[in-house]
């Protein structure tokens, strides 16, 4: 059941009307139901799947809590992390590891071992569900949160449908305290959720699926060898694809639930403003970024210990982080790139002296440096987002050599101009946004603005609406 389909705006139109009807247990109970047939529309028999790994995740955090009497703590935490990442490990995991052994010992000239090669198929938003529970179960071990009172809220939170999929990760101590107490109407909330659905639906609808367009084509060769312009209309399309597309997912995440009552975190603020990479993170889909930054980064020891224990942390850290998103080198390469650019940048500007470093940015030189900054960073982010969206790494590189061929062809200036079409609007409400501080354009204006601006919108969606058939990038993950 995918966000912008019809199916689920009904969906949702029902699960709506029928919650707010309900008393507050009911509601937990309904929604659950709700979310198990969102979550099974695609397959019921990954629903097993989860169950499964809830059930196992409650009853362990029963045990580990330091108000709990049971000695081996540490015992049953280790037990929950491993059955967590062996599910996601096996899943996504196996068929990458299991054929990059068989291609590393081809090379080797030892053949036809007979190593089973199975064809998994990835059970939805699986990332984004175990990376939740293995949040709760630590934060529980380490007493920054109760215990569910309840299975019901427990797995509530975990298979609450507007995040389940594709984030918000939520951490326990966001949702769980919203699902164990009472919610009350607030037609303010429900109308600002609304607002999000409107432009999460135009985010993804018009400004992803257009430039996914452009960048299927410039990847798939339809712009003929790759040269220095092509890898520019592909690298850029791709990249405001995969912007649009998130960030409208999460807008329509977070208002589908503000009309439940419920309040998800922001993933997302104007990401491509971000003047260094290390901005870029705390920018770009900061649910991931906190997640791997306490979970991950902290305990390998963070920058607590000098220099180059920093920079293999950020490697480390960030290379995991590429693997996350999927089950090829690629990811691998595009996080590495992440964790050196972000080791340099460090090195080159140190925590204590950044201020001195940079310019004001109120002066015009302050604001010039800023602008070259936020420019060299998307460049830098960009060439690294070729290794994503590129099949392999051979063809990464082979796309990435095009940079040394100028030739021009002329329909190039029309992807240009497409490219522009979708690109600028979206670039020019970050930037009303960023200096807003709105969590939506117009967020703060008066009712009947903002009426306009969803009309005006609605009509955007009918008229330039992209392929319906691309789905949102990050469902594989």
Not at 57 to 81: E, V, Y
Request: charged share 10%; aromatic share 18%.
């Amino acid at each position: 059941m995918l966000f912008d389909s019809p199916i689920y705006l009904v969906f949702l139109a029902v699960a709506v009307l029928v919650y707010w009807r309900l008393s507050h247990r009911a509601q937990n109970i309904f929604l659950l139901i709700a979310s198990y047939i969102f979550y099974g529309w695609w397959d019921w028999r990954f629903l097993g799947l989860m169950i499964a790994s809830t059930t196992v995740d409650f009853f362990i955090a029963q045990r580990i809590s330091p108000m709990a009497p049971t000695r081996n703590r540490k015992w049953w935490l280790g037990c929950s992390l491993v059955w967590n990442f062996a599910i996601l490990g096996v899943f996504k995991y196996y068929d990458f590891f299991a054929g990059s052994l068989v291609g590393a010992l081809d090379q080797l000239g030892i053949h036809n071992l007979p190593l089973p090669l199975i064809r998994i198929i990835l059970p939805p938003g699986i990332s984004f569900y175990t990376f939740e529970e293995v949040a709760y179960v630590v934060d529980v071990y380490q007493g920054k949160v109760q215990p569910a009172s309840s299975y019901l809220n427990y797995a509530l939170f975990i298979s609450f449908f507007p995040h389940l999929i594709a984030g918000p990760i939520q951490r326990p101590n966001q949702l769980l305290p919203q699902i164990q107490n009472g919610r009350m109407f607030d037609a303010a909330q429900c109308f600002d959720g609304l607002m999000l659905i409107v432009s999460g639906l135009v985010r993804k609808c018009v400004i992803a699926d257009n430039c996914a367009l452009l960048a299927n084509a410039a990847f798939g060769g339809q712009f003929g060898p790759s040269n220095f312009w092509v890898v520019l209309i592909g690298a850029y399309a791709f990249a405001w694809q995969v912007y649009g597309d998130f960030s409208g997912y999460s807008d329509i995440a977070r208002g589908s639930a503000q009309l439940l009552g419920f309040r998800l975190t922001v993933n997302f603020r104007q990401p491509f403003l971000a003047h260094r990479l290390q901005d870029f993170w705390r920018r770009w889909h900061i649910s991931l970024s906190t997640w791997l930054r306490d979970y991950l980064y902290i305990p390998l020891g963070g920058s607590a210990h000098g220099a180059w224990k920093t920079s293999r942390n950020l490697l480390v850290t960030m290379a995991l982080a590429g693997l996350w998103h999927g089950a090829n080198w690629t990811f691998v390469i595009f996080g590495a790139i992440q964790g050196v650019v972000l080791a340099v940048e460090r090195y080159l500007f140190p925590a204590k002296t950044k201020s001195a470093i940079l310019p004001r940015a109120q002066t015009p030189a302050g604001a010039f440096s800023r602008w070259g900054q936020r420019i060299l960073t998307f460049n830098v982010l960009c060439v690294s987002l070729t290794f994503f969206r590129a099949t392999s790494l051979r063809a990464a590189v082979n796309f990435l050599a095009g940079l040394c061929n100028f030739a021009w062809r002329t329909e190039y200036l029309s992807a240009f101009l497409m490219l522009g079409l979708f690109t600028l609007p979206l670039f020019f409400v970050d930037l009303f946004q960023e200096a807003g501080n709105q969590e939506y354009p117009f967020a703060t204006a008066p009712y009947a603005i903002r009426t306009g601006f969803a009309v005006f919108s609605i009509v955007v969606l009918a008229l330039f609406s992209g392929s319906n058939l691309n789905a949102f990038v990050y469902f594989q993950f």
